[in-house]
């Protein structure tokens, strides 16, 4: 199993900045893509971003050129770095990890979710 352990979510105000770590641990051979989704009430959770194991990204439209997604290989971790936020951004983020383990059985893991909220 893999556990994901988030953190980094609060209150901030409009045009603020906030950075989201997600570490990975478990039994895990190697980590594919990894990822931020978010989903506001009464909302579907939406992709955010996602940073294959090669380093290649996807943003969603509405926070291209504000969050930047990184990973540590090292450490099994999963930045999300989110600048000039705005109060549309408010909602629970979650981090996604698909990871393999010796036998090449893959999995897909959530967190637990972390809130963060932008005030106007």
């Known amino acids: 199993q893999v556990q994901l352990v988030e953190s980094g979510g609060g209150l901030v105000q409009a045009g603020g900045s906030l950075r989201l770590s997600c570490a990975a641990s478990?039994?895990?051979?190697?980590?594919?893509?990894m990822g931020w989704y978010r989903q506001g009430i009464a909302k579907q959770r939406e992709l955010v971003a996602a940073?294959?194991?090669?380093?290649?990204?996807v943003y969603a439209d509405s926070v291209k050129g504000r969050f930047t997604i990184s990973r540590d290989n090292t450490k099994n971790t999963v930045y999300l770095q989110m600048d000039s936020l705005k109060p549309e951004d408010t909602s629970v983020y979650y981090c996604?990890?698909?990871?393999?383990?010796?036998?090449?059985?893959?999995?897909?893991?959530w967190g637990q979710g972390t809130q963060v909220t932008v005030s106007s």
């Open positions: 996604n990890v698909d990871s393999s383990d010796r036998i090449g059985i893959r999995s897909s893991s």
């Open positions: 478990g039994i895990i051979f190697s980590i594919n893509a």
């Open positions: 940073i294959a194991s090669g380093g290649s990204t």
